[in-house]
């Protein structure tokens, strides 16, 4: 399941909305909706994002956040370590091998590392 994927997925609950009531609303079939909440579609077009942001009646920062999420699920991610030191390819491909093993308390400690080397 993708970042997106997961927030779709409980506005839906939240808001008591089938995917089928969604899919018609939003002019495209259930399926492509199933496959996007389960991670199996590429990151959704910017115009399907404004679309859901009506249907729910997101503004401001939950607009935004949706948006985010959008960017950031695309579930086949490809790497450019190119000209980059060893270690981060080293890096790269160890993650790419092993991020199935990865308990979700372990991705959230990665993450946090990133987000304070970054800053």
């Not at 009531?21 to 994002?49: C, I, K, N, T």
């Not at 503004?59 to 370590?81: C, F, G, K, M, N």
């Not at 080293?90 to 092993?98: F, G, I, P, Q």
């Amino acid at each position: 399941m993708t970042p997106f994927g997961a927030r779709l997925r409980a506005l839906r609950e939240q808001r008591g909305v089938t995917l089928k009531d969604l899919a018609a609303a939003l002019q495209v079939s259930a399926a492509y909706l199933s496959a996007l909440e389960h991670g199996r579609r590429g990151r959704p077009s910017a115009g399907l994002v404004h679309q859901v942001n009506e249907f729910f009646g997101l503004i401001w920062d939950d607009a935004e956040e949706l948006a985010r999420l959008a960017r950031q699920s695309h579930p086949r991610v490809v790497l450019d370590t190119a000209g980059l030191a060893p270690e981060a390819t080293e890096l790269a491909n160890r993650l790419a091998r092993e991020i199935r093993q990865l308990r979700p308390e372990d991705i959230a400690a990665l993450t946090a590392t990133l987000d304070r080397a970054v800053r």
